[in-house]
């Protein structure tokens, strides 16, 4: 069986895999950066590229041990080369590059988007070509028609902010620290979700893209009012966000002729609202409903090893040549 070694530091997290053609994650090490961060509010770009060239080479070292094998045994070293913070890009990239020389083994540059894309194939065996993807992260927010590897429709996608990134700036205006999505969640627990009146961007248009800017602006108007607890204001905002998303979603499922299921990735894929909500939608449309474990929605190594074990395997592999790239549309 296919072994691949996947490499991840495209925003704020370091991490390695070994994952196999037949979907055993062997090994998964990941480092995160929020003490580094924490300071100043959000990712630091230059920050973040010295931390994953301090760490990058050691989990690798880590993963290896972990899973028992050596560099020899991996079938294809699989790095991500874009989209995201092109220092760090680049220290992951330059890394695979060196270690597929070192090791002769060839070279897949993954997109980031399709390491998420791809992601729920390799927590679900039975998710079969075509489903519908909500991809929900903090740099993206897209509706994806995914019909194979490498072939990705994409029907809608953001006009202004991610999702992710509503969640974080929510977070900061709040001071509910850093990072924002998670701490979100945690301050709605103690909400009131129909507290504080706030906009849904877009919701009931004909096409279905996503808009947060203005849900983040209610949110700063909401706390300078100071009638509102933190956590009225986080729910109220979470609960927009569902509904946005929601909203977007049935919409796309009209035009998804086909699919087989509904499925949703990234990080924001990890909130527990968002994922009770698309699976009532995917159940009221009679589809299978799939998101991965928590850990394998935000950025993680297994599924940049994954995509490169099923680009291998449709025969799509990368020159040594290959640039990493700061923006690139699936
Ligand atoms: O996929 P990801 O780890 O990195 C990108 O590719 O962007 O997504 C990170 C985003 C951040 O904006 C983070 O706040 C958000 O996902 N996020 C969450 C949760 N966990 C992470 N948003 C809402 N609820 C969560 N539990
Ligand atoms: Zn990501």
């Known amino acids: 069986m296919t072994l691949i070694l996947g490499l991840e530091s495209s925003c704020d997290e370091t991490a390695a895999a070994l994952v196999t053609g037949d979907r055993r994650i062997l090994a998964h090490?990941?480092?995160?950066?929020?003490?580094?961060?924490?300071?100043?509010?959000g990712v630091v770009p230059e920050i973040a590229a010295?931390?994953?060239?301090e760490v990058l080479t050691p989990l690798v070292e880590q993963a290896l041990a972990d899973a028992g094998v050596t560099l020899a045994d991996v079938d294809a070293i699989a790095a991500t080369a874009g989209p995201g913070l092109i220092g760090g890009v680049m220290v992951g990239l330059v890394t695979g590059k060196a270690l597929a020389?070192?090791?002769g083994k060839p070279l897949v540059a993954v997109?980031?988007?399709?390491g998420h894309a791809l992601s729920p194939r390799l927590a679900d065996p039975a998710l079969a070509f075509p489903y519908l993807l909500l991809l929900v992260s903090g740099g993206h927010c897209q509706?994806?028609?995914?019909?194979g590897v490498g072939r990705y429709r994409?029907?809608?996608t953001t006009i202004d902010d991610a999702a992710g990134e509503a969640f974080d700036k929510t977070a900061k205006l709040l001071g509910l620290g850093f990072p924002g999505g998670p701490a979100v969640e945690a301050a709605a627990r103690a909400g009131n979700p129909r507290a504080v009146p706030l906009p849904r961007p877009l919701v009931g248009t004909a096409e279905p893209h996503f808009s947060f800017a203005g849900l983040k602006s209610a949110v700063l108007r909401a706390r300078d009012?100071?009638?509102?607890?933190?956590?009225d204001i986080a729910a109220s905002f979470q609960q927009a966000v569902v509904d946005c998303l929601l909203d977007r979603t049935r919409r796309a499922l009209a035009v998804a002729d086909g699919a087989t299921a509904l499925v949703v990735a990234g990080g924001v894929a990890a909130n527990g609202a968002v994922r009770a909500a698309l699976a009532d939608l995917a159940h009221a449309h009679g589809l299978p409903f799939v998101a991965p474990p928590g850990w394998l929605c935000t950025d993680n190594a297994a599924m940049?090893?994954?995509?490169g074990a099923e680009r291998l395997a449709a025969g799509l592999t990368d020159g040594l040549d290959v640039a990493a790239r700061a923006r690139w549309p699936l």
Do not use: C, K, M
């Open 29 to 41: 090490r990941l480092a995160g950066q929020e003490a580094a961060h924490r300071p100043y509010g």
């Open 154 to 156: 994409r029907l809608a």
């Open 304 to 307: 940049i090893a994954w995509a």
């Open 111 to 114: 997109n980031h988007l399709e």
């Open 50 to 53: 010295r931390a994953h060239v």
């Open 225 to 231: 009012a100071g009638v509102h607890s933190a956590g």
């Open 143 to 147: 509706l994806l028609f995914v019909e």
């Open 101 to 103: 020389l070192a090791a």
